[in-house]
């Protein structure tokens, strides 16, 4: 009797499992495949509501709504930071919404290797099985160092921070990335992505007065991109530069400290589209009279 008993409750919770599974689907993405270590690594989760009502996602504070396991290639789970808050989500009946996290806000993905990550979407109410999604694989770089800088940080006597400018070759192209470094720690403040470059001309790097760093770099043939970058790794400014009379545009270090671009024709991409809309097509000619 007890055995019988058994049989209908396992029953009973495998129903209501594969009911849940029935009123929604998920699926899991990334950006990209090939990360440097330190990036965000964005996973886009999307839910199709198959529950026939509206569906409203949300945490109470000790559970979320979303779960997701990442592994290294060991197979061994990576710490997470903390509890993660994803906010609450409404999705109508018959509807795919999709909302995008960064993984490395909240597990510690610091390190280069290869990594896996899946995810769960439980039903409102629901805290035990959910909607699992797809195993997606990605892997972690640490880029090749081209450039190194130690700055003291501005208003914090005996600060200091580490700015790094990396090389990295993903997707069949290479690319430039920002690093900043928290010298004291060790930890990274921000790894982040400047463009695609071109190395048939090497990049220029220097750090002015305000302790901020200045990369320039050949993105295509005829354009170049200045960027500056301060301590806590924000991009403060961005320019694009043709080539000059000259030659290449150049990063000058004048003596009070100030860094400036020379001999470039600064880009107006506006000015350009307007340039290029005055242009008249061939078909646009009147028709020739004699």
């Known amino acids: 009797m007890f055995v019988f008993r058994g049989f209908h409750f396992l029953s009973l919770v495998l129903a209501l499992a594969s009911f849940a599974h029935a009123q929604l689907s998920s699926s899991l993405g990334l950006t990209k495949k090939q990360y440097v270590a330190g990036e965000p690594v964005i996973a886009m989760v999307t839910i199709v509501n198959h529950a ?50 960064d993984l490395a806000q909240y597990f510690q993905l610091s390190e280069a290797g290869n990594f896996s990550v899946s995810g769960v979407v439980h039903m409102p109410g629901n805290t035990g ?56 720690t060790g930890r990274n403040v921000r790894t982040f992505l400047l463009g695609d470059v071109l190395m048939l001309r090497k990049p220029l790097v220097t750090v002015d007065r305000d302790q901020r760093m200045h990369v320039m770099f050949l993105a295509t043939p005829t354009m170049w991109i200045h960027c500056q970058i301060d301590t806590d790794g924000k991009l403060v400014d961005r320019q694009i530069h043709q080539r000059g009379p000259q030659g290449d545009p150049q990063l000058l270090t004048f003596g009070d400290g100030s860094v400036r671009v020379a001999n470039s024709i600064p880009y107006d991409p506006k000015a350009a589209a307007e340039a290029k809309a005055k242009i008249r097509k061939a078909s646009d000619r009147p028709p020739v009279t004699y």
């Open 129 to 184: 099985e959910g909607a699992a999604t797809n195993r997606v694989l990605f892997n972690q770089s640490p880029g090749v160092p081209y450039w190194t800088q130690k700055v003291g940080i501005p208003g914090k006597v005996g600060q200091t921070r580490e700015f790094r400018i990396l090389n990295f070759s993903g997707d069949d192209k290479a690319q430039i990335y920002a690093q900043i470094i928290d010298d004291r």
């Open 52 to 101: 026939g009502q509206e569906l409203t996602f949300y945490g109470d504070g000790r559970t979320q709504w979303l779960d997701f396991v990442v592994k290294d290639g060991r197979g061994e789970t990576v710490t997470p930071r903390g509890n993660a808050m994803f906010g609450k989500m409404i999705i109508k009946a018959g509807q795919s919404l999709t909302r995008e996290v």
